[in-house]
T-cell receptor
Framework: GQQVMQIPQYQHVQEGEDFTTYCNSSTTLSNIQWYKQRPGGHPVFLIQLVKSGEVKKQKRLTFQFGEAKKNSSLHITATQTTDVGTYFCAEQHGSGNTGKLIFGQGTTLQVKP | DAGVIQSPRHEVTEMGQEVTLRCKPISGHNSLFWYRQTMMRGLELLIYFNNNVPIDDSGMPEDRFSAKMPNASFSTLKIQPSEPRDSAVYFC????????????FGSGTRLTVV
């Protein structure tokens, strides 16, 4: 089935460096959600982007939705060891918040102290 | 709120045995999802329910898998008979109709079929 593509698959950074993960789709997305999964944990909802060109910030995390609503990015400024985990973007099929959510393959972030 | 509650947390079973995974969604949430996570295939949606009604089960691997939601506070995912390739972490998630809330996942059940 259709799925958003996420890159890179893995990223190793030194603590304090920035990190970005990208999510791309061949079709226009109604909205996109981002989740974080710590090692051994479960996905935790971070944010939802709905509007074209939308930018949202959560402390050191910046989320963007492309103008054409076909791509999205998550940028972390000055990474910390607590940022370790896998970051997933997910596209929603169907209307409202009750359509099915299809996840990308995720980007696993390792942070070296 | 205790969040989405899944049981058991871990399950080890022999090939051919029946396995039942359980989920209690967040009270008031009207959608429930079953996902399977493996290294090879990532997070796969198996089936989801809206208002206790199965909407899309196209992700269910085969007839050995079945899911039910008899009421708004309980769902089961059953595998019969189980096979080693079913080994994975199974997550249940629930959500509330409306934008911006996202899905709340349970802690998952780690299934090992030997």
């Amino acid at each position: 089935g259709q799925q958003v593509m996420q890159i890179p698959q893995y990223q190793h950074v030194q603590e304090g460096e920035d990190f970005t993960t990208y999510c791309n789709s061949s079709t226009t997305l109604s909205n996109i959600q981002w989740y974080k999964q710590r090692p051994g944990g479960h996905p935790v909802f971070l944010i939802q982007l709905v509007k074209s060109g939308e930018v949202k910030k959560q402390k050191r995390l910046t989320f963007q939705f492309g103008e054409a609503k076909k791509n999205s990015s998550l940028h972390i400024t000055a990474t910390q060891t607590t940022d370790v985990g896998t970051y997933f973007c997910a596209e929603q099929h169907g209307s409202g918040n009750t359509g099915k959510l299809i996840f990308g393959q995720g980007t696993t972030l390792q942070v070296k102290p | 709120d205790a969040g989405v509650i899944q049981s058991p947390r871990h399950e080890v079973t022999e090939m051919g045995q029946e396995v039942t995974l359980r989920c209690k969604p967040i009270s008031g949430h009207n959608s429930l999802f079953w996902y399977r996570q493996t290294m090879m295939r990532g997070l796969e949606l198996l089936i989801y329910f809206n208002n206790n009604v199965p909407i899309d089960d196209s992700g269910m691997p085969e007839d050995r898998f079945s899911a039910k939601m008899p009421n708004a506070s309980f769902s089961t995912l059953k595998i019969q008979p189980s096979e080693p390739r079913d080994s994975a972490v199974y997550f249940c998630a629930s959500s509330l109709r409306g934008a911006g809330y996202g899905y709340t996942f349970g802690s998952g059940t780690r299934l090992t079929v030997v």
